[in-house]
């Protein structure tokens, strides 16, 4: 069965980084588009990136384009959420997803505060 586990989140400082990692399971990576979401309290989980399979293209949300960056290793299985210059509204539940069938993984917690 598809599976997607999240990893990487933890509480980093404004201005930090930090680096989300998607490992999957059960269909073939290498076809599929994967995205990274996010959910902050009280608030609808929205799109925050999104890369193409084969041409790697990628997609951001206007709060954090030049910022963050998603990227894949196909070997790996694996997708990334590099996230650089961090903001106190980027605290979110950040979830992994394979648009093709609505599968997400569990989320990482992320929260960048002083």
């Known amino acids: 069965q598809v599976q997607l586990v999240e990893s990487g989140g933890g509480l980093v400082q404004p201005g930090g980084s930090l680096r989300l990692s998607c490992a999957t399971s059960g269909f073939t990576f290498s076809d599929y588009v994967m995205s990274w979401y996010r959910q902050a309290p009280g608030l609808h989980r929205e799109l925050v990136a999104t890369?193409?399979?084969?041409?790697?293209?990628?997609n951001y949300a206007d709060s954090v384009k030049g910022r963050f960056t998603i990227s894949r290793d196909d070997a790996k299985r694996a997708v990334y959420l590099q996230m650089n210059s961090l903001k106190p509204e980027d605290t979110a539940v950040y979830y992994c997803?394979?648009?093709?069938?609505?599968?997400w993984g569990q989320g990482t917690q992320v929260t960048v505060s002083s």
């Open positions: 997803r394979r648009p093709a069938g609505g599968y």
């Open positions: 890369i193409a399979p084969a041409s790697r293209s990628t």
